[in-house]
């Protein structure tokens, strides 16, 4: 059984940056394609980034395009966000998940994820 581990949350002013790790184990990470989330209070879970099983292809939302970038380490299993120029908005529980499918491009459908990590907490103070 996969078990996702996320990190790098914290407390951060406007304009500041955060690095997310996710550490995977179980199924092999290097062929499913993984994404990350984020939750507000009282809001659902929405799409922020995903990765190709094969790291090459990336994809972001409009909201964060141009500020994070997703990254896969195979070898360490590891899946990473790197969050810049971050905003009061990008307050929430961030979570990495990996698809069900293998050898996909990644998708920014939750219901397309098969594992949750517990999420790490990213606060943006303005």
């Known amino acids: 059984q996969e078990q996702l581990v996320e990190s790098g949350g914290g407390l951060v002013q406007t304009g500041g940056s955060l690095r997310l790790s996710c550490a995977a184990s179980?199924?092999?990470?290097?062929?499913?394609?993984m994404g990350w989330f984020r939750q507000a209070p009282g809001k659902e879970r929405v799409f922020v980034a995903t990765?190709?099983?094969?790291?090459?292809?990336?994809y972001y939302a409009d909201s964060v395009k141009g500020r994070f970038t997703i990254s896969k380490d195979k070898a360490r299993k590891t899946l990473s966000l790197r969050m810049n120029s971050l905003k009061p908005e990008d307050t929430a529980v961030y979570c990495c998940g990996s698809d069900r499918s293998a050898s996909g491009r990644g998708s920014p459908e939750t219901s397309d994820i098969a594992s949750w990590g517990q999420g790490t907490q990213v606060t943006v103070s303005s």
């Open positions: 179980g199924r092999t990470v290097s062929r499913y394609a």
């Open positions: 990765i190709s099983w094969t790291g090459s292809s990336t």
